[in-house]
């Protein structure tokens, strides 16, 4: 049973989990707090080795921390009681290998029984638009109805807590949005889901809240719009010109009206600002003033790509590959 006396579903204390190869030792997850409530969509953001895998690890029971107190759904991971949470909690990979020759519904099936309570096969794949795919053998399926696959086998045991691995990784938008849509239904039959993901797009429009993860800690935790806010600048002005040649420097664009900071990459320049319409008619007029030709101009706001930037200095996707 949930235990109703906590708001959260998962509460994580110092965490700790480190790994040694020989004399070599890597301190994945160091000292981490967290708590995730019951009903959000909770991403988890980070570059690879940040420590998140093993974080989700340890809340879905697959990882024991080295020290640390893990709560998932107001219980603790204990041996002989592992079945009590196992059968309370969904799980979907990155990747997930069917046997090929086996239909949707006998995959499914096979889930199914490994649970003590759950849906109905014909529910879950209506769940996630594959009904009329149930006689279909996995073989023949496309990427994106693989991975709906996925999330039916996890959804199955109508689990009250959702961990998703990256579950659009590869996919094509139609499918990345039909996938949001199951999130979104889960979340409002009053599921939880912990995400992680690299689509900056994909955490803004799923998630209630959001942590981003560095060298095993938590180093920002809010609400999409919080963690843009904290930026102190919600707006950029990017400009390509002809040369800057020692006619302007970053120093002088830096120096305009409500301009924060300002970079600058051979022909292109990147503003930080606060007011778009007050800083783009002065600079405008800088640059004519400067005899410096402008060949392009854009403005855009600020997103949670530039948030994690400006934290860690590394892109996600950039540092994936």
Not at 119 to 147: H, P, Y
Not at 186 to 207: I, N, P, R, S, W
Not at 227 to 249: C, K, N, P, Q, Y
């Amino acid at each position: 049973m949930t235990d109703p006396s906590s708001e959260f579903a998962i509460e994580l204390s110092g965490l700790r989990k480190t790994y040694r190869r020989g004399k070599k030792v890597t301190v994945a997850v160091d000292g981490l707090d967290l708590a995730v409530r019951r009903g959000e969509v909770f991403g988890l953001l980070g570059p690879n080795g940040a420590g998140k895998t093993t974080t989700v690890e340890v809340c879905e029971g697959l990882t024991v921390p080295d020290s640390g107190t893990v709560r998932v759904l107001g219980r603790e991971w204990r041996a002989g009681r592992h079945d009590e949470l196992r059968d309370r909690i969904g799980v979907c990979l990155q990747e997930t290998k069917f046997h090929e020759k086996a239909t949707v519904r006998e995959i499914v099936q096979l889930f199914a029984a490994c649970y003590v309570r759950g849906r109905t096969v014909d529910d879950v794949l209506q769940v996630v638009s594959l009904q009329e795919k149930a006689a279909a053998r996995e073989s023949t399926l496309s990427g994106g109805q693989r991975q709906r696959l996925a999330v039916a086998t996890a959804l199955v045991g109508e689990p009250e807590l959702l961990f998703l691995d990256e579950p659009t990784t590869g996919l094509d938008p139609q499918s990345r949005r039909q996938l949001w849509d199951v999130v979104r239904s889960f979340k409002a039959g009053g599921g939880t889901v912990v995400l992680t993901t690299h689509y900056m797009d994909e955490a803004q429009q799923l998630c209630d809240r959001i942590a981003i993860v560095d060298h095993g800690k938590v180093i920002a935790l809010g609400t999409p719009a919080e963690l843009i806010t904290s930026l102190g600048a919600e707006h950029f002005v990017e400009i390509d010109v002809d040369a800057f040649d020692g006619r302007l420097a970053a120093a002088d664009l830096a120096r305009l009206p409500d301009v924060q900071k300002c970079e600058i990459a051979g022909a292109r320049a990147v503003l930080t600002v606060g007011s778009v319409h007050t800083v783009v008619p002065v600079l405008l007029r800088t640059l004519a003033d400067r005899g410096v030709e402008l060949r392009g101009l854009a403005t855009r706001h600020a997103t949670l790509e530039d948030v994690f930037v400006h934290l860690t200095g590394r892109h996600l996707r950039e540092d994936s590959r």
